[in-house]
């Protein structure tokens, strides 16, 4: 008998702890990012409650223009019952309706303001966790290094407080918005639809974000890609639809833009034509980025250029960077509020990209471009925001005041004209206006007294100073204003209207005004007629006279100064380029036989020297150009206990 014997049989034993411990990793991992969460949150709330503190104090300043006036009218009188119907053709954007409702509870500019850092800070708290899910769902890098970086990415970058800084904008809402459509997208979420719509109606400039999130989705690996489609042709429609309608003529200013902007014109007559006349768009940008590849460096630089090849950042930053380039008309994309959801989504972008890179190289030269990351955004910080309070704080405290009680005294129902670097908050009003003359112009009056407020140095200018000083001088001489305040570089007048005259001509520029228009050490004369006012020496040693800039072109000049001079001390009549701040001829007077008239010839050789700051070594931006031509000044410097009068100024071009 055979017995056969077997050897023992070999069981997988499973630990039956192993579930325990597979949880707890995973406890572990939601805990750690629960904690880093938690405490970015309250690195982004620092930084809000730093946005609010800013924005408070540019609007104490009045440091707001224009742009932000036409903005805040309307979110202001969407629910006061004081806007009109065409009130959406500028941009497109219904989100006022819903925004207004909070001017019915406090009515401030700062309210306006307060919603548009709430969007940009709410937009990187969404793109703070996108990425922290990102970090945490890999293992080859420190999730928590990542998730630091992409903060730092989002809190360090300049650009987001310039963004803000530049009056109240819809993009910072659309980004909001656009962000969370993006995320929802990316997840194949239905909701997404929903923050779809609310971008759309953000403004036609957002609507665009829906196009480049489409762009980014199509690339994306996996199902879903016909959301991508989806969202382009949703975001093409939109546009389309609206611009036939009349809204956002001056947004595009491209052939297909202007085509589209004008009912009746449009040209494209075939989807072929179409995808030419896009594609042809698509060059002009690529190439005018690269030759002022500055600003388009430095728009992606702080947080990182490769992150703007990763999905999703790829196809945002194409489209937000080419519609910027799209509505300026030129060349130049400047770090802006144009630009703010690529600061948004591009950190985004850098944490995938680093990801992608440790998959191929080394965890020590991904550690290294990390760090190089994170120093790349510190300097690019430490060298533009010291530069935020030149740029963006523009109205010195002494004329916030005056402007303040200017303001406390002008009835709310009353006709404004105001210079428009300083308009910002007066949006409010019924019946206000920005002040220029170039173009000559012709403005409409119709009540009884109409207020005017004019600052020719302070805020952020597009008229020229000696544009300023006109208005000024037509209204102290020509109309004969009451004159209610003329202190720290604002004047304030008011004016009853004749019954008989509904408009007031302001241009062109004369070549020559009387000297008490100008900043002076001394005083204004005023005895008799305002024509025969003149400056006064007071005894102190400074500038009689200063603060005259004429912007003139290239070409031959004759400058004059009438004047007297009783001495004891000398007076100096000077001439400056402040364009290259060199003074071109001086002379001095110490005692006149009456009044004298001093002339001085110069030449202008150059069209344009003067160009804002730039930056430092590789941290630097295309910045937008000065207006043509150079600024001459005349000044007259009063030596201690000089007894001199100045009665008049002029530059008059002679070839």
């Not at 300097?379 to 533009?384: E, F, L």
């Not at 002040?435 to 009056?445: G, K």
């Not at 020559?512 to 004369?525: C, D, E, K, N, Q």
Request: with cysteine; glycine share 8%; proline share 6%.
């Amino acid at each position: 008998m055979t017995t056969t014997t077997s050897g023992p049989t070999q069981l997988a034993v499973v630990p039956p702890t192993t579930g325990r411990v597979l949880r707890r990793v995973h406890a572990k991992k939601t805990w750690g990012r629960s904690r880093v969460r938690f405490w970015g949150s309250i690195v982004l709330g620092v930084q809000f409650a730093l946005m609010l503190a800013w924005n408070a104090l540019q609007i104490h300043r009045y440091d707001q223009t224009w742009d932000f006036a036409g903005f805040y009218h309307i979110w202001y009188a969407v629910w006061h019952g004081a806007l009109t119907t065409s009130w959406w053709h500028g941009q497109g954007i219904f989100i006022w309706w819903p925004l207004g409702l909070l001017s019915l509870v406090n009515s401030s500019p700062m309210t306006l303001l307060s919603i548009q850092d709430i969007a940009t800070v709410g937009a990187e708290v969404v793109a703070f966790y996108w990425l922290t899910e990102i970090a945490w769902g890999q293992d080859r890098l420190s999730p928590r290094l990542l998730s630091w970086l992409g903060l730092l990415l989002l809190v360090v970058n300049p650009w987001i407080y310039w963004a803000i800084s530049w009056d109240y904008h819809s993009e910072a809402v659309g980004c909001f918005f656009a962000i969370l459509a993006a995320r929802a997208l990316f997840r194949n979420q239905k909701r997404a639809w929903i923050w779809v719509a609310l971008t759309l109606a953000s403004g036609l400039v957002p609507a665009t974000y829906i196009f480049g999130i489409g762009l980014s989705r199509l690339l994306k690996r996996g199902n879903g890609w016909y959301l991508g489609i989806a969202a382009c042709v949703v975001s093409v429609a939109w546009i389309v639809l609206f611009i036939h309608l009349g809204a956002g003529g001056s947004l595009f200013a491209t052939n297909i833009g202007r085509s589209l902007a004008t009912p009746g014109t449009l040209t494209i007559s075939s989807p072929k034509h179409l995808v030419s006349e896009v594609v042809n768009q698509i060059s002009d940008v690529v190439r005018n980025d690269w030759f002022n590849r500055g600003d388009f460096v430095a728009n992606l630089a702080p947080q990182g250029i490769f992150g703007a090849l990763a999905t999703p950042a790829i196809g945002i930053t194409a489209v937000v960077l080419g519609v910027s380039e799209s509505q300026t008309g030129t060349a130049i994309v400047p770090p802006s509020m144009q630009n703010v959801f690529v600061y948004v989504i591009l950190p985004i972008g850098t944490v995938l990209a680093l990801i992608w890179l440790a998959k191929r190289f080394t965890p020590r030269v991904v550690k290294a471009l990390m760090g190089l990351t994170a120093v790349n955004v510190l300097v690019w910080s430490a060298i533009w925001m010291p530069y935020l309070p030149v740029q963006w704080l523009t109205t010195s405290a002494s004329s916030a005041a005056v402007i303040r009680r200017a303001a406390a005294r002008i009835p709310s129902n009353a006709d404004l004209l105001i210079s428009q670097g300083i308009m910002g908050d007066f949006g409010w009003r019924p019946k206000f206006l920005g002040l220029t003359i170039d173009p000559p112009w012709t403005v409409p009056v119709s009540g009884k007294d109409v207020w005017f407020i004019v600052a020719p140095h302070q805020g952020i200018e597009i008229e020229s100073v000696m544009g300023e000083y006109d208005i000024i001088d037509t209204l102290a001489n020509q109309l004969h204003a009451a004159i209610v305040a003329d202190s720290n570089d604002v004047w304030v007048f008011k004016w009853h209207r004749p019954p008989s005259v509904n408009q007031i001509k302001f241009g062109p520029i004369n070549h020559s005004y009387p000297a008490w228009l100008f900043p002076s050490i001394g005083g204004i004369v005023r005895d008799g007629p305002r024509r025969r006012w003149y400056l006064a020496a007071s005894g102190k040693e400074g500038y009689l006279l200063w603060n005259d800039e004429w912007l003139e072109q290239k070409g031959r000049y004759v400058a004059e100064a009438t004047f007297k001079s009783s001495g004891p001390g000398p007076i100096s009549v000077q001439i400056w380029n402040d364009s290259t701040n060199r003074e071109l001829a001086e002379r001095q007077y110490t005692r006149t036989n009456g009044v004298v008239r001093a002339s001085f010839f110069l030449s202008v050789k150059h069209g344009q020297e003067h160009q804002p700051w730039p930056g430092a070594g590789p941290f630097r931006i295309d910045p937008q150009p000065s207006p043509p031509g150079q600024q001459i000044e005349i000044r007259i410097w009063d030596a201690k206990g000089a007894t001199a009068s100045v009665y008049s100024i002029s530059i008059q071009r002679v070839r």
